[in-house]
């Protein structure tokens, strides 16, 4: 036998088996006869590198779609990047800056996308390569980017498809607006939070200078492009000025007082100013009074020449909002200050503050889209794990409004809709949408009558499509569905499972169904498994943004691949937010264990110790005698009927989606009975052989829980796979039949059970009475047929003679002189002390036993005596407490006449 390591180390493993992986093919996947199992990526921005975030996600995929392809199916996991519009923009802007000493604005759009280009081929896709660090075994000849040709042209086809269906239309609309990013932003990307700020209270007075009227705003530097003051007309504080005109600071335009119901009379000092640019509320009263609608900040949030007041224009808004405080207090207009918190929205992706803002835009209407998508989900056609996760659906589904989808970038799939360049951009009369300028220009003609219109008579709109109206395709695109309708997605579609968090729910998974419905007529999943959020100590969630998240790259060099996946997946369960606890410094790197990452290395060390402890034997054909013989084989059988009972509850696991309880399972399975028990069991005695029945069990059943836990540790188990035997080639652990089911002996698996809490107990008796480890003892058994049974068991005495170091095993009805008494199920054990034993001692044990036994009685009464428990649990479970119920009650009577018998 070759020497083997002392310790498991997985730089040794990982990259070898990886690579072994992907050059057999096993992660390819071609239509054929079998049953699809397919999983599409949510594919991470072009721009990312793995985050504590991707390191979960992906973990769940892997262990899905590696359990699929043991269970035989054929099983499909499309990998690939988003572009990312806004993200990517900025960074190869940012790089076209500080690289190439360029300025987006020096650029024609053909040029930038160029560059653009150039900037994804050079960094984008870093994140592909780090997940195979991870282990994921995605079909990677499948990648797929939501700016490829085909791709690109499927969101073109989707656009004129929507608006030729009278589905999407373009409309001067108030808007979310980033100013940093200067594009718009769907209500999704707007990420509300309290903050503080102030309540400027400003006083408007009369158009003849009186008293007028004061108004608390948020806002004073928006005054200028105010337009009226608005109170409720019930208010009578105010009803008198209603048709009369006050004087805006500073300016002394006069604009009118309107009555509106809209207007809160508890709020502020229950006078609006109306500004209607520069808010939405303001905006649906503009429009219900017909007033006018001045906006006076730039796209890039400073204020405009639009404004009157020339002091402020060219300002940044908030070095406006700070500039005009003193000019309004010197003009004795500000009345007061008032400090408190309100909402404020916030860009996802600069983190901004978002301008609302009038513009013209581009919509999808959202509400016949919307309800199949709700249908399916309400009635479990597609069905969300955890459940819970439907009543979020559902209550923004009920409440669609309809889905700005035009986004003011250059990278991204330009909207497929063109202008007459001879109307200029204030005068678009005529918008032609098709999938080429062919087909604009022949609509051009025939809206115009003009046949002599070329191309170049064309303007293109500039606009981009939303990054997520192009990923709403993806189960879609990635199988060509639209070009091939017939093709492999007949055989791949709808995927089996999406694995995604919860924050992007209305983003993108609410997005797909309703894509699903519209382009398939089908759902684009079955299930859909909802990661919770990686968080830290403080609960917070992992970002970049916040410095809170370690490095994953140096998690996988400290912990290796499984064990990160170990630490990960033994605490993450669906929808549930995983606490991640390794301490790290600034830069990511880790500065101490983690817990979680920690026990799973430790369980990679423990299969490794037990691979070299049995390799380490040396067989015999028999065995030295019938009680080894017994023992042994009992040991076998046990094992076998332990792990088929663990299997079925694993196998009930992953139909539910319950990847954490199942991975836990295992690892109990593993550590405590395989290792811990059952490898002492059948450990021969020092330089001694063990019998080549039990050797060749013990080998299979090692091969069997590798298979086992390979979906979630694939790179140990491969490794421990082909260390435990020699393998004829392509006979790899990753392509296994996953362990078949069969019924367990739940009677057997319960006697062993009963074993193991014996000699547990009498090892307990033995530190407590600081008894040399294997001093034989004496151990006599009270007269039971319980007992008796238990005993009769061919191997049980050997096995409990053998493991528990006892120099005889008896029966009687007396208590032996000077023992030690435990209980197991409703069994009496009596271990003799050799050193005389302590009573008061002994009856304080005997007692705190008896009140634990007491207690439990009456709590599982308690159960019994409830009629909707009784009438309403399923019948097992009733017998199951009655069961517990009877063996506490024989546990007390026992109890009570020891402590009788000591007086």
Known sequence: MSEISTRYNPAETEEKWYQHWEKSGYFRSVPDDREAFTIVIPPPNVTGVLHMGHLLNNSIQDILIRKARMDGKNACWVPGTDHASIATEAKVVRWLRDEKQLRKADLTRESFMGYAYQWKDKYGGIILQQLRRLGASCDWDRTAFTMDKGYYQDCIRMFVDLHSKGKLYRGLRMVNWDPEAKTVLSNEEVIYGEENAQLFHLHYKLEDGSDGVVIATQRPETIFADVAVAVNPKDPRYTHLVGKKVLIPLIDKAIPVIADDYVDVEFGTGALKITPAHDPNDYEIGQRHQ????????????????????????????????????????????????????????????????????????????????????????????????????????NWMENLRDWCISRQLWWGQQIPAWYLKSEGLSKETHVFVAENVDGALAQAKAATGNDQLTADDLRQDEDVLDTWASSWLWPISVFDGFN???????????????????????????????????????????????????????????????????????????????????????????????????????????????????????????????????????????????????????????????????????????????????????????????????????????????????????????????????PFMPFITEELWHQLEERAAGDDCCVQRYPALRPANAELIEQVEQIRDIITKIRELRNANQLKQKEPLAVTVQNSATAKALFDVPGARAMVVKMAYLGSLSFSDAEPENAKSFISGTDKFYVEMPTEIDVEAERAKLTTELEYQRGFARSVEGKLSNERFVSGAPAQVVDNERKKLADAQARIAILEESLQKLG
């Open 484 to 710: 091939q309708p017939d093709g492999e997605i007949k055989y791949y579609y709808p995927t089996s499972v999406l694995v995604t968090g919860w924050d992007i729910i209305f983003f993108w998974v609410a997005r797909m169904i309703m894509a699903g419905y519209e382009y398939k007529q089908e759902r684009p999943f079955q299930a859909v498994y909802f990661t919770g959020m990686v968080r830290d100590k403080n609960r917070r969630k992992m970002s970049k943004s916040l410095g809170n998240s370690p490095d994953s790259l140096a998690l996988l060099d400290k912990y290796g691949a499984d064990g990160v996946r170990f630490g990960l997946m033994s605490s993450a369960a669906a929808g549930g937010d995983l606490i991640f606890d390794a301490p790290f410094g600034p830069d990511g790197a880790i500065l101490d264990e983690s817990a979680l990452c920690e026990q799973g290395r430790n369980f990679c060390n423990k299969m490794w110790n037990a691979l070299r402890l049995v390799k380490g034997w040396n067989t015999t054909a028999t065995p030295e005698n019938e009680d080894i013989e017994r023992t042994n084989a009992l040991a076998v059988e046990w094992i076998n009927e332990k792990f088929q009972a663990v299997l079925a509850t694993v196998e009930s696991d992953f139909k539910q989606y319950r990847l954490s309880e199942a991975l836990k399972s295992l690892y109990a399975f593993i550590w405590d009975d395989f290792c811990s028990s059952f490898l002492e069991m059948v450990k021969p005695g020092y330089e001694q052989p063990i019998d080549q029945t039990t050797y060749d069990a013990t080998l299979a059943m090692f091969s069997q829980m590798l298979v086992a836990l390979h």
């Open 291 to 394: 007033l006018p609608v001045i906006d006076i900040l730039t796209d890039g949030g400073q204020i405009s020449d639009a404004c009157t007041y020339a002091p402020l224009v060219g300002m940044d808004r908030f070095a406006a909002r700070k500039a005009v405080k003193p000019l309004l207090d010197q003009a004795g207009v500000l009345v007061k200050i008032q400090d408190y918190q309100t909402k404020i929205g916030r860009s996802e992706r600069t983190n901004s503050v978002v301008e609302p803002k009038l513009s013209l835009q581009w919509f999808v209407k959202m509400a016949d889209l919307g309800a199949p998508a709700l249908k399916a989900v309400m009635e479990e056609e597609i069905k969300f794990y955890p459940p819970s996760f439907q009543n979020l659906y559902r």
